[in-house]
């Protein structure tokens, strides 16, 4: 087997071992929810990512605009997946490649299992159709970061400026995409 789930809390567990992790994936929870800020803040996202082994990668849903700042700014190299709403982080540059990941979605096995979690989607391959959105190390973040003192997600959501929007992709006059980030 490649590959283990393993289920508990994620904090305690990155604290307490010095194992090196592959992959790590956050599962998705509700900013809004009280003590969710504490799996959003730097403090947590940089646990994650000092316990990634060389090339090793760390995935996080990105439901808030200050959710996806706080996480570009813990990872050296990090993308933003749109639609979607997914972040991935490294210490290294992340290598992607939206035609095999496309293709990894068009699979019958892949296909039933994505259809059990959303009954309702179906393009799972246009998900790759635009270029994510790349942080660089050196590259200036816009906000400042989540903290496990500060979870403000946790508290201001109902701010109009908190939400993922900021990212969405617009089409422009000529009717091509392009990122939209005013």
């Known amino acids: 087997q490649r590959w283990q789930m393993e289920y508990g809390?994620?904090?305690?567990?990155?604290a307490k071992e010095e194992t090196r992790y592959d992959i790590i994936e956050a599962d998705a929870i509700l900013p809004q929810g009280s003590h969710s800020g504490l799996l959003y803040s730097a403090e947590f996202i940089d646990q994650a990512r000092r316990r990634l082994a060389p090339g090793g990668l760390y995935i996080q849903?990105?439901?808030?605009?200050r959710a996806v700042e706080t996480f570009a700014s813990v990872f050296p190299h990090a993308l933003l997946l749109m639609?979607?709403?997914v972040m991935i982080g490294s210490n290294e540059?992340?290598?992607?490649?939206?035609?095999?990941?496309?293709?990894?979605?068009?699979?019958?096995?892949?296909?039933?299992?994505?259809?059990?979690g959303n009954t309702q989607f179906s393009d799972w391959v246009g998900l790759f159709a635009d270029a994510p959105l790349r942080w660089l190390p050196g590259q200036q973040r816009q906000e400042?970061?989540?903290t496990d003192v500060f979870p403000r997600d946790e508290f201001y959501l109902n701010n109009p400026g908190a939400g993922t929007d900021h990212y969405v992709r617009s089409r422009n006059s000529t009717g091509q995409r392009r990122a939209g980030l005013e």
């Open 9 to 14: 809390d994620g904090r305690r567990t990155l």
């Open 83 to 85: 639609p979607a709403g």
């Open 61 to 65: 849903w990105a439901p808030t605009q």
């Open 144 to 146: 400042p970061p989540l």
């Open 93 to 116: 540059p992340i290598p992607y490649d939206p035609a095999r990941l496309a293709a990894e979605f068009t699979k019958p096995a892949h296909l039933a299992h994505l259809r059990a």
